[in-house]
């Protein structure tokens, strides 16, 4: 019916040759749909989350099956975005320490075995989007490409290694076809144009600028520690700490706030170096937003924690300041029996029936316990 009124309107005898099905949608578990009330629109997505992430979401999952949005989805699709931004800022900064130094690395056995895995993965992209799409599968290569020059890049410029720079023609060969699938995926690294054109002028900027605060940190975190080693030994001072302190924490709200909004990443890295990277600055805003609520609902959350803590230590006190003698006679329990010993143990229950010897044996073991925890209370309140 629908191709006969389609043909119709477009006066046509075949206005399309493929059908394709897509599976449903599921939020939160549930099928999507105005009679439940939780249905959710892509503006309202895209106040959270950028394009880029919500496509990385419908990768996940095979066009003809159910897919499922919720919190717990949309975080693995950032976290999947925000690795292949990261790899892309990664090979761009191993590639500008490259071409630093004029020199030429022949290929070793490392970048030919990079070569082959490239040549493997394009192959496994390549047969899942043939076969019916498999978008899924194609991702995944790309996540296991993407790891695979990570881990490649991290040991060439290791303490460890022979040689301290990159392979340039491999890692860009990887870059750009990572890149080249993600562009036809529709999945944008959040790099601006103005960044792309910014040129060597902007970066050499960002290299200063990064090379003074680097500096600046690395000798407050130096001084901060030989002035706490001082301290200690009683000839440290208190304002000196508090001075280098300050000084971290505007190196801090430079590398949190100041760049991001500016499209700049500044990592800090383990050995005291440093990296940056060029992305898209309402991203980075949005992440530092989500970092920013993750930390208050954190911080919510270990609070209720505490103050479920000191209800129970509260109702443990309470417990505690019971006599033994009249452990079972509270209001909580004296219901469950009829009968108490000059001990104050049950000896019958509610219905008048004379408690079994295990039973008995219970109440007794519970009561020893209860006097542990009564001695203690009168002890602390002492």
Not at 167 to 186: A, D, H, Q, R, T
Not at 259 to 288: C, I, Y
Not at 305 to 314: H, V
Not at 347 to 372: G, I, M, P, Y
């Amino acid at each position: 019916n629908e191709i006969a009124q389609a043909e119709a309107y477009h006066v046509t005898h075949e206005w399309v040759r493929y059908w394709m099905h897509s599976g449903h949608l599921h939020i939160e578990g549930l099928k999507m749909s105005k009679s439940l009330k939780n249905f959710i629109s892509i503006d309202a997505c895209l106040e959270r989350y950028s394009a880029a992430q919500l496509r990385i979401l419908f990768l996940l999952h095979k066009y003809d099956a159910p897919m499922s949005y919720s919190e717990e989805s949309m975080l693995e699709a950032v976290r999947l975005h925000r690795s292949f931004v990261d790899f892309e800022g990664t090979v761009s900064a191993a590639i500008r320490s490259a071409s630093k130094v004029d020199i030429s690395i022949r290929p070793e056995a490392m970048d030919k075995e990079l070569l082959e895995f490239l040549a493997q993965k394009r192959s496994v992209v390549y047969a899942s989007l043939a076969d019916n799409l498999n978008t899924p599968d194609a991702l995944m290569a790309l996540v296991a490409l993407v790891g695979r020059t990570n881990a490649y890049i991290a040991h060439v410029e290791s303490e460890n290694s022979s040689r301290k720079y990159v392979n340039v023609p491999v890692i860009s060969s990887v870059l750009e076809y990572v890149k080249s699938m993600l562009n036809i995926f529709g999945v944008s690294l959040g790099k601006t144009d103005s960044a792309d054109s910014a040129g060597k002028e902007v970066e050499s900027i960002l290299d200063a600028f990064g090379g003074f605060r680097n500096e600046l940190r690395n000798s407050a975190l130096s001084a901060k520690a030989a002035s706490r080693s001082n301290r200690e030994s009683g000839m440290g001072s208190k304002e000196v700490q508090e001075y280098l302190n300050n000084i971290l924490n505007v190196c801090d709200s430079v590398r949190d706030h100041t760049l991001p909004a500016l499209g700049v990443r500044l990592e800090d890295k383990a050995d005291g170096s440093f990296v940056w990277k060029r992305e898209n600055a309402a991203d980075l805003m949005k992440e530092q937003e989500r970092k920013k609520q993750q930390e208050l609902e954190k911080a919510e959350e270990k609070r209720k924690a505490k103050e479920r803590e000191q209800e129970r230590l509260a109702k443990e006190m309470e417990r505690a300041s019971i006599h033994p003698s009249l452990m079972f006679q509270t209001e909580e329990r004296k219901s469950e029996f009829s009968a108490w010993d000059e001990d104050g143990i049950p000896t019958h229950d509610s219905e008048k029936n004379e408690l079994s010897k295990a039973a008995r044996k219970k109440l007794v073991k519970e009561r020893e316990k209860h006097v542990k925890l009564y001695e203690k209370f009168v002890s602390s309140s002492k």
